[in-house]
């Protein structure tokens, strides 16, 4: 990928001369930036207004120290950030990850997909991302709540129901939200809907769990069914990850009809030839917090394969990278490639290397890129908030469908704004045009902030 444009250039030359440590937020401007070119060039107001400029810089990015005590009894101290990048068109909303790998370039580039991918779900959120390198694993219960606690009576400070609301993400799930919301509600007296992905007794929204997931498949679904008449049905479908966004893009894939014959944690990845068995893998690591490797114990004709890359060499027809961003690098597209895959759609955030996703485009695979089709968990986080403020909550079939609708949505107007711009079928170019439009013309709106 390369830039063209002379402003667009010198605006990328800006962000790597300040902040030349941090590589996945360079990746991440590079690719939005890199798609943005015709827009640029129909719109040279925007330049006038020095708008670029102001959108790769955040509004907001803190840091502070997270101390709390290990069950020894001995003090822990984390790092932990919230980014607040951009809130032209509504609060700033984007999860929580906890994982030790975490840190200022990676929450920054987080963030700064989280725009377009908040602008793309057509609801008014902003784009914010935040998290520690505190690594939950291995962490009793009791060390989690005091984390937890510890970290929002930090946090708190700067999010609020109409200012900034985080969810969950990496290491994040039901457990943690719940924490949060507590520490949240004693610190302030208030019980608000400051937090999504809450547990359904306390203003959770059903269906937000399976969210990421099942939008996914939506997504897919239409794609394959608009772009080659096609659907996900009989597909051979690899997936990475086993944590939320894989577990239910599975089972999505599994009530369509896909045949998905793999899952991975960190350490390795399982092939089952029969098709996965979602019950076990439920099991194991949602009820148990276990390894995936566990579940050949359960079903010896599978097999367990030390190292997460290997997954893509496994023949497939469908890819969905769910794990995390960089599991798939350009070795990994060209094996797949030359598998036969047909689909690559990212349920993670930036999963494909930039160099994978131009191999991907050049081979005349389908590829969707994480910010349009991972938004169902934003976009349903945005329905949690829709529930709070109206202190009511819609039945699943309800937040279902609304789910549907908006993956469909976002595939159209992907669609078609790639194909209004001369980039006909290149969704990642479609995703970025049509999430920066809309963000665009609010920041001209609101004048020089
Ligand atoms: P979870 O913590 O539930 O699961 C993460 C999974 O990825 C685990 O299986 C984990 O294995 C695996 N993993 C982490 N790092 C690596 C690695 N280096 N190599 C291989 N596997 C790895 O997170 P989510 O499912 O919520 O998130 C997964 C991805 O989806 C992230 O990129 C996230 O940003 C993105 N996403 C999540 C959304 C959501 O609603 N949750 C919404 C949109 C995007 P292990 O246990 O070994 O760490």
Not at 90 to 105: F, I, T
Not at 156 to 164: H, L
Not at 378 to 396: D, F, I, P, R
Request: aromatic share 8%; net charge neutral.
């Amino acid at each position: 990928m390369s830039i063209h444009n002379p402003y667009l250039q010198k605006i990328y030359q800006q962000v790597c001369d300040r902040d030349p440590n941090q590589p996945e937020f360079l990746n991440a401007v590079m690719e939005v930036l890199s798609t943005l070119e015709p827009v640029i060039e129909r719109h040279p107001e925007y330049e006038a207004a020095g708008l670029m400029e102001r959108l790769v810089e955040p509004e907001r990015a803190v840091q502070f120290r997270v101390a709390w005590q290990d069950d020894q009894g001995k003090t822990q101290v984390n790092r932990a950030f919230r980014v607040q990048f951009n809130s032209a068109i509504g609060p700033y909303k984007g999860g929580l990850r906890l994982h030790p790998s975490v840190n200022l370039s990676i929450i920054k580039f987080l963030a700064f997909e989280q725009i377009f991918k908040n602008s793309l779900t057509g609801l008014p959120m902003g784009g914010g991302k935040g998290g520690s390198d505190f690594d939950p694993k291995g962490k009793s219960d009791a060390e989690i709540m005091r984390f937890c606690q510890s970290f929002m009576t930090e946090l708190s400070r700067y999010i609020g129901p109409e200012t900034d609301v985080p969810a969950g993400d990496i290491g994040v799930g039901a457990r943690e939200i719940g924490y949060l919301f507590g520490q949240y509600k004693r610190l302030r007296n208030e019980y608000s809907g400051v937090l999504t992905g809450k547990g359904l007794t306390f203003g959770g929204s059903l269906v937000r769990t399976q969210a990421t997931g099942y939008g996914l498949l939506y997504f897919v679904q239409e794609m394959l069914s608009v772009m080659k008449n096609d659907s996900v049905k009989d597909k051979i479908t690899v997936i990475s990850g086993s944590g939320n966004v894989a577990i239910y893009a599975a089972e999505k894939a599994q009530e369509l009809g896909a045949k998905v014959v793999t899952l991975s944690d960190s350490n390795g990845y399982i092939y089952d030839k029969n098709g996965i068995q979602l019950d076990i893998v439920k099991q194991i690591k949602e009820v148990r917090r276990g390894r995936i490797r566990e579940y050949v114990e359960q079903v010896p004709t599978a097999e367990y394969h030390e190292g997460s890359r290997g997954i893509w060499r496994v023949p497939c027809e469908i890819a969905l990278p769910c794990a995390t961003q960089n599991e798939l690098l350009l070795e990994d597209a060209e094996k797949l490639i030359a598998n036969g895959v047909k689909v690559v759609a990212e349920g993670a955030n930036m999963p494909c290397s930039l160099d994978a996703v131009a191999a991907f485009q050049k081979a005349g695979v389908l590829y969707a890129p994480g910010k349009a089709a991972n938004a169902g968990g934003v976009a349903t986080s945005g329905l949690e908030m829709c529930q709070n403020a109206m202190k009511y909550s819609w039945s699943a079939q309800e937040v279902d469908q609304k789910l549907h609708d908006i993956m469909v949505n976002i595939f159209h107007n992907t669609y078609n704004a790639a194909k209004e711009y001369g980039k006909e079928g290149n969704l990642l170019a479609g995703a970025n045009i049509a999430g920066f439009e809309k963000i665009a013309q609010a920041m001209m709106a609101q004048g020089v902030l």
